[in-house]
């Protein structure tokens, strides 16, 4: 078949060609907060693995929101790549589920340049990000896969290049977001394009990705676990369509109440569920979401009206605009589009909440 050149694969030749671990400096990887500790590129501690429900520990083992960061004036970047597992959903891009992109500059300066390209059923391989650059220092980040683990990563760099840190996030703290399939960036076509990664490029801030497919239920553990990140800065709670009316009634207050435990002036930001398709059509579905949009709306004005003024509740009625349903994939997951509208608000809702500039 004759493709579009853009379309086809190209294998990185093998001369001129060094590769280095970007666990190495001055490489700095983002989105990790366990792993000089655990040594595995994995969004949870390995000491959870036995006071975490398996689904959980399995997702964590997904790269969601994991950055390489550096600054170099190679003419070309590869990657060489060891997954877990090849691609396997439906409803979501390869290059989503398991591939790297690459952003090319500074702070709110960064530009998409390109996504790894590999062949279907692939668990390993090499791939260019870009090449035929001039020889000019750039700052480079690259994004994880968001569905898929990953066991080894390589940066094949000319042997002649320069390699420096990158430039530093405007604030060492941390932005976690915790919830759903969509927090964990299902269905972008890219991993650059997961809300939380949009946010962090808008911000320059570190944001860690602990969205868990299904699977963000509010639970008490993982409210441990995240109030013991290091340079914890701003939570975002995004979990509410992991779970029932009453699951979020039980779960939302303990989970607030153990972060303030350890966290009393920790900002945090309350967001209720996306609209979906189905909601136009399915009555309990419309009034599901809309129960737990006002629960969680009452619940942050009860606490802030106690004193917790550090406490925001963001709607999700409008977080995917004006025809939201096409905005998704399969009348839930977001688009692209669906994700930038989404980051959008959340962008300057925590600008708003860290009382930041620009």
Same mark, same amino acid.
């Given at each position: @078949?004759?493709?579009?050149?853009? @379309? ?7 001369? /001129? ?35 975490? &429900? ?14 390489? $960061? ?18 396997? @959903? ?5 290059? /989503?589920?398991? #591939? ?8 709110? &300066? ?45 940066? #094949? ?15 060492? #703290? ?122 969680? $709306? ?52 925590? $600008? ?7």
């Amino acid at each position: @078949m004759n493709l579009d050149p853009n @379309m086809r694969i190209v294998v990185p030749g093998g001369e /001129g060609v060094v590769w280095h671990s970007p666990r190495a400096a001055p490489f700095r990887l983002a989105g990790f907060p366990w792993i000089e500790r655990d040594g595995k590129y994995r969004r949870l501690p390995l000491s959870s693995q036995t006071s975490i &429900r398996e689904p959980v520990h399995a997702l964590a083992d997904c790269t969601a929101g994991g950055q390489i $960061r550096f600054t170099t004036d190679s003419p070309f970047l590869h990657l060489s790549v060891k997954l877990t597992a090849p691609a396997d @959903m439906y409803h979501m891009p390869a290059t /989503g589920q398991c #591939g790297f992109d690459c952003y090319v500059g500074g702070p709110r &300066r960064k530009r998409y340049v390109g996504t790894t390209k590999f062949r279907p059923g692939a668990d390993a391989y090499e791939s260019v990000l870009f090449e035929g650059f001039d020889r000019r220092k750039r700052e480079v980040t690259i994004h994880f896969p968001l569905y898929q683990g990953v066991e080894e990563v390589y940066v #094949g760099l000319a042997k002649d290049a320069s390699i420096a840190s990158p430039g530093e996030f405007d604030d060492d #703290g941390r932005i976690v977001f915790y919830g759903t399939s969509i927090t964990q960036g299902g269905c972008a076509s890219r991993p650059g394009m997961a809300y939380p990664n949009i946010v962090g490029r808008r911000l320059n801030l570190e944001c860690v990705n602990l969205g868990f497919s299904g699977n963000g239920k509010g639970e008490a553990e993982l409210a441990r676990i995240i109030r013991g990140i290091d340079r914890l800065k701003l939570l975002v709670l995004d979990y509410e369509p992991n779970v029932s009316l009453e699951q979020f009634q039980e779960t939302l207050p303990v989970f607030v109440d153990l972060l303030r435990s350890e966290h009393p002036a920790l900002p945090i930001l309350v967001v209720s569920g996306i609209k979906s398709a189905l909601g136009d059509f399915q009555e309990a579905v419309r009034l599901k979401r809309e129960l737990c949009r006002d629960f969680a $709306r009452d619940f942050v004005l009860e606490r802030r009206s106690s004193g917790d003024l550090n406490l925001r509740f963001l709607n999700g009625d409008a977080l995917l605009g004006r025809r939201y349903e096409e905005c998704t994939v399969d009348g839930v997951h977001p688009t692209d589009l669906g994700f930038q509208r989404m980051s959008d608000a959340m962008a300057k809702a925590i $600008r708003s909440m860290l009382a930041m500039k620009g």
